[in-house]
């Protein structure tokens, strides 16, 4: 959970710290509501506390928004840096996953639009351009230690076609997979 320890979160939830919104949710089990970090209502005993990255993974566990802080109502306050830490820890997961990009600005509670300038003003690339970095580095990885097809790598890291796969590939790396696979084998034959 963007590397934060149950502590950690727990002692934001204590101390309602804004800038935790958007990072995580905690739900209640005793209510069964779900709230933001910055959520004013009581502090709930801490062995009836579940946290959450996904509001809609609460919600599917049966959670209901809290009607005090909202957290299905986004954007939420302001999501500040660990938004983007924690969106760079979902990237670096669940790359293989076709619709992350899609899913990712619901997943952490804030806005597509904001998402994407915060993301590119953190981290100096849009969310896009950082997925597909690591999307072709894991299809590389492949190509040099596995035999499986091309079709394979791309599905693997998450690509949806052929030609998305192989125009990724040229740009990050200059040569067509096939190419790339053969110097890796040629690179190793020779050590
Ligand atoms: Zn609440």
């Known amino acids: 959970m963007a590397g934060l320890s149950k502590d950690v979160m727990y002692n934001a939830v204590i101390s309602n710290e804004e800038q935790y919104d958007g990072v995580f949710f905690y739900a209640v089990k005793t209510t069964g509501i779900v709230c933001r970090p910055s959520c004013k209502s009581k502090v709930p005993n801490r062995d009836n506390v579940i946290f959450f990255t996904n509001l809609e993974e609460a919600i599917r566990q049966g959670y209901r ?3 005090r802080c909202r957290p299905d109502i986004g954007p939420c306050y302001a999501p500040t840096i660990d938004a983007v830490e924690a969106a760079c820890d979902i990237i670096s997961q669940e790359y293989d996953n076709p619709g992350l990009l899609r899913e990712l600005p619901h997943r952490l509670g804030i ?3 904001h998402f994407q300038r915060l993301f590119k003003k953190t981290i100096g690339q849009t969310p896009k351009e950082y ?5 072709i580095a894991k ?3 492949l190509l040099s230690n596995s035999t499986i097809s091309n079709i394979d790598v791309c599905l693997a890291a998450g690509f949806t076609n052929l030609s998305s796969f192989y125009a990724a ?3 990050e790396i200059g040569l067509p997979p096939k190419e790339y696979r053969q110097e890796q084998a040629r690179k190793g034959s020779l050590q």
């Open 139 to 141: 299809a590389a990885e």
């Open 131 to 135: 997925l597909q970095k690591i999307r």
């Open 65 to 67: 928004p809290c009607k």
């Open 111 to 113: 806005s597509s639009s």
């Open 169 to 171: 590939f040229r740009s």
